[in-house]
């Protein structure tokens, strides 16, 4: 059999889940279904194959052609900086906010004291500080953001925000909207060249199939 010529980048885990209406719609599905160990696997179309990776993984595999072209949540995509992949298409699921939030009943911070910002994403936090003109202290985390203002690690956190009952359940409010979020279809800028032809074709199903002229 040929081999495919295209490989999409799958972001494993809640993304991928929301992923796969779409996916079973353009005939893009695991073929086999989904296996916690293969970590590439063929699609339904003998043209393309899948490499299920972790969200944080796909800019970079799709950056440097190892993927033609991915999915991926726009939250990952402002923390590795965007500007070396296309990004063609808003997918419209996935959504929601990417989000400063602090303790409700908390007291005013001291004089000269630089918040401390617990966070997934350093950049985007990093960056967002920056343009108010603000000093902050980063702390990365790797999840559970909620946790650190609870144990003194953290004065404030900026996290993804979907219905807001993490935040609630743990005596947070929402402070300031960062960015709305959801996912996107990115796009290897050589594939979009050498592959011209495959890619546009795809990107023309996937946008017919959401319904954009
Ligand atoms: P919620 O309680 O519905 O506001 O969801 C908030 C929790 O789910 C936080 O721990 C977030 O990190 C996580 N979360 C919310 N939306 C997403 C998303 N689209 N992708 C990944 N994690 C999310």
């Known amino acids: 059999m040929s081999q495919p010529r295209l490989t999409l980048a799958l972001s494993k885990g809640r993304l991928l889940e929301d992923s796969e209406p779409l996916l079973a719609k353009l005939g893009l599905a695991p073929a086999e279904g989904l ?7 063929p699609s339904r179309d003998p043209d393309v194959q899948l490499l299920v990776i972790r969200p944080a993984d796909v800019p970079t595999y799709v950056e440097y052609g190892a993927a033609d072209f991915g999915i991926v949540g726009k939250d990952v995509l402002m923390e590795h900086g965007g500007e070396a992949l296309y990004e063609p298409l808003d997918l419209g699921y996935g959504r929601c906010r990417l989000m400063v939030a602090a303790p409700r009943n908390r007291a005013p911070l001291p004089a000269f004291h630089r918040p401390r910002v617990a966070t997934k994403y350093p950049e985007v936090a990093r960056r967002h500080f920056a343009a108010q003109g603000e000093q902050v202290e980063i702390i990365k985390l790797y999840g559970s953001m909620e ?17 807001g009952n993490t935040l609630r359940a743990n005596g947070l409010e929402e402070i300031e909207t960062i960015a709305q979020i959801s996912a996107r279809l990115v796009v290897n800028k050589a594939a979009m060249k050498m592959k011209h032809q495959a890619i546009r074709a795809w990107l023309d199903r996937f946008r017919a199939e959401l319904g954009h002229a």
């Open 147 to 163: 946790l650190a203002p609870l144990v003194g690690l953290a004065d404030c956190i900026v996290d993804l925000v979907d219905t």
């Open 35 to 41: 296996d916690d160990r293969l970590l590439r696997l």
